[in-house]
């Protein structure tokens, strides 16, 4: 890329100068002012962007509306501040009866629930504790006399001895089971 | 209200920077004509920035007005008044591109193109009635050649060529409006320049534009 001062500069050199001369070397830039044919091309790139940017700029429309600003930016606050102002004041009204109402049904329904399950939960161990101290009901009970029985262990294993396990297993090989 | 008028500032270029400094600074303290005045002294530069990006008249008037409403609320968070410009720059190219992302969005799921299509009919045929039929011609095809001359460059060379060379804003302005450091604005202008001087469609495009 270093030039001597007689040869031209080469094309990235050219680009290099339109961005800005000084990125050039200082060997580069003293052939430049020299050289009237790099000058040349590079006043010729420069012309052509030139060209471009006047030509776009005159093939821009003319903006037909007048511009509005502190109207548009004042009403804008002025509308968002009321709007979110009321929609603030109107959801916190909103959360707070719902929540209360809500609460207090909630609350309600929960203990007359709870209490009313309590009450069947009891009518009904009484029921099942019942039926385990007395399987008959009253009036079998007095027939059978079994209210006034207190029968205990011992008396239960004389009237149903219990089984001694060899003397099945002899019986059940000898074919006899007796009792 | 504004009434767009660029020659109502006939200003050299250091001139409307210091006027744009007193400006500026009289807005932030509350001035609201001084910032219409600023408006009016840029409302031409970025119309025509957001033109040569989106190419449509009612759609660069809706984004320059949202460029300028934004400079409004913001340019209180300014410190520096001298670097208005390329501040304004980086918000004008912020909208296009926010705009270029929505019109894509639309256009992808259908919403609302037969209407843009029907605006943009609408545009062209108020400009043709403005300038004649021949010039109608002339600018739509100048604007499909200068659309394709752009598509071959990538975002930030024709975000960076555009801005060099159209709208004509120093290298340390793009550097400031890109939030991009100065080496990586020159090196993308320098592949922008390669690809765009290699086929010579700028030449092509003038030759069959030049009156």
């Given amino acids: ?179 | 209200m504004h009434l767009p008028n660029q020659e109502k500032y006939p200003y050299s270029g250091q001139d409307r920077k210091s006027q744009t400094v007193i400006l500026a600074e009289m807005a932030v303290a509350g001035n609201t004509n001084a910032f219409d005045q600023l408006a009016d002294l840029y409302y031409n530069t970025v119309y025509k920035m957001v033109y040569y990006r989106i190419r449509s008249g009612m759609d660069a008037e809706d984004v320059t007005q949202d460029i300028f409403i934004q400079v409004l609320k913001n340019i209180k968070n300014l410190k520096d008044f001298s670097l208005f410009k390329s501040w304004l720059f980086s918000i004008a190219v912020n909208k296009v591109r926010d705009f270029q992302r929505k019109k894509r969005f639309t256009s992808f799921f259908g919403v609302f193109s037969g209407k843009d299509a029907e605006s943009e009919q609408e545009n062209e045929h108020e400009a043709g009635a403005e300038s004649g039929p021949l010039e109608s011609v002339i600018r739509q095809n100048f604007w499909k050649q200068f659309e394709a001359i752009l598509n071959r460059l990538s975002y930030l060379e024709k975000e960076v060529f555009l801005l060099r060379f159209i709208d004509q804003l120093g290298i340390k302005e793009i550097s400031t409006a890109l939030k991009k450091n100065e080496s990586t604005v020159k090196t993308h202008l320098y592949r922008a320049l390669k690809k765009i001087r290699d086929d010579g469609s700028v030449k092509e495009l003038l030759k069959e534009n030049m009156p």
């Fill in chain 1, 1 to 179: 890329m270093n030039k001597s001062n007689d040869s031209h500069l080469n094309k990235e050199q050219i680009y290099k100068a339109m961005i800005d001369e000084s990125e050039l070397l200082s060997s580069e830039r003293e052939h430049l002012s020299g050289c009237s044919e790099c000058r040349a091309e590079l006043e010729d790139f420069e012309k052509d962007l030139k060209l471009l940017g006047q030509t776009a700029e005159r093939f821009v429309p003319l903006p037909k509306n007048r511009m509005v600003l502190h109207e548009k930016a004042g009403k804008n606050s002025l509308f968002g501040w009321r709007t979110s102002f009321a929609a603030a004041i109107t959801i916190l009204f909103f959360v707070i009866t719902m929540h209360s109402d809500s609460m207090k049904l909630l609350l309600s329904n929960k203990t007359d629930v709870a209490n009313s399950e309590l009450y069947s939960e009891d009518i009904l161990m009484t029921e099942v504790n019942n039926l385990v101290e007395n399987s008959l009901p009253a009036k079998h009970l007095f027939i059978s006399r079994e209210e006034d029985t207190d029968y205990d262990e011992d008396f239960i294993d004389f009237v149903v001895p219990s089984v001694d396990d060899e003397l099945l297993s002899v019986a059940v090989k000898g074919g006899n089971v007796s009792c």
